[in-house]
């Protein structure tokens, strides 16, 4: 017969068993998360058991349907199912069951699960797959002379922040592959502070970049009137270019010389009148010698002498 010792004794042996396979299916079964920059390759472990007889990779990406990648090991044999080419066996699934992925895009982003059939159970690995991308950073001076720090197109979205604290928030723009663009303005509590750094926090890297911006509100009045004064002097001188080249056209227009008409010299008109100066004068002297005979001779006038 048991004493109770010995029943206590058997109870614990019993829990500890139960506590023991509690631990080896928690160990067995698990969801980690995995985050690999984009372009770059990353491999999924699959724990590899002895007698394996069958793998299989179940994948359900971001975008496009669910593909698998399974092995038997009693017909040596693999096949793959709607998986791209990026994805692939490390090695011998045999040797080593791992999953490759190269060139891990965006839409390779999602859960891969691995499962193992073996003598001793079935085995399953779990993965979420995250793919950062890295932000482009740029820092400018806005019109207004202002720091301006932009990260773009990052996931997720990048923590930007001043050097010297300002009294600004950021501004998010997001866009449809998933990545967010953030912008935060430098606005400074002197006016005199304007060189100052910005700084980028991303799950892929950290980067700064120092700007100092020199324009204040009364050189950006200053710079836009001068702007405004060279269009004006710009549209000033084109219009007095305009303005003599259209006048001095008219003025070599009045000045044209008249057509020269035909000359008619006096000397035609002597030549025209001449004979009937020539016949009357003629007529004046024949008047004149029958007047001055008649005279002579007491004769009544209009009577001329017997010849």
């Keep these: 017969m048991k004493t109770g010792a010995d029943m206590k004794i058997a109870g614990k042996t019993v829990c500890v068993f139960v506590l023991l396979a509690i631990t080896k299916v928690t160990r067995t079964v698990g969801n980690n998360r995995v985050s690999v920059t984009v372009g770059k390759s990353s491999v999924l472990a699959c724990p590899p058991k002895s ?17 698998t990648l399974g092995y038997r090991a009693d017909q040596n044999k693999t096949d ?31 859960n891969y699960t691995c499962e193992v059939v073996a003598t001793e159970g079935n085995f399953h690995k779990m993965y979420h797959l995250t793919v950062l ?35 600004s928030t950021p501004e998010e723009e997001g866009h449809d592959n ?5 912008l935060r303005k430098f606005t400074a509590y002197s ?35 001068f702007i405004i ?16 080249k259209l006048h001095r056209d008219r003025l070599c227009h009045r000045t044209k010389p008249p057509e020269i008409a035909p000359t008619h010299s006096p000397q035609d008109d002597t030549m025209e009148v001449e004979p009937y100066t020539t016949y009357v004068q003629k007529e004046n002297v024949i008047y004149n ?19």
């Design 51 to 67: 007698n394996m007889t069958m793998v299989t990779w179940k994948i359900s990406p971001k975008a496009g349907g669910p593909c």
């Design 80 to 110: 793959r199912t709607n998986c791209s080419d990026s994805m692939n066996w490390k090695s011998r699934p045999d040797w080593d069951p791992a999953l490759e992925i190269r060139h891990v895009g965006i839409a390779l982003e999602g």
């Design 133 to 167: 991308v890295p932000p482009r950073l740029t820092v400018y001076c806005d019109n207004h002379g202002n720091p301006v720090c932009k990260a773009a197109a990052g996931k997720p979205p990048a923590r930007v922040s001043w050097v010297l604290e300002s009294n």
């Design 178 to 182: 998933g990545t967010v663009t953030v």
């Design 191 to 225: 006016t005199n502070m304007t060189n100052t750094t910005c700084i980028v926090s991303h799950p892929a890297g950290t980067w700064s970049k120092s700007i100092a911006c020199h324009l204040s509100g009364n050189n950006a009045i200053f710079k836009y009137a």
């Design 229 to 244: 004064l060279c269009f004006l002097s710009v549209i000033t001188f084109t219009a007095v270019i305009y303005y003599f």
């Design 289 to 307: 010698s029958v007047s001055d005979l008649t005279v002579g001779q007491n004769l009544p006038q209009g009577l001329s002498p017997a010849t």
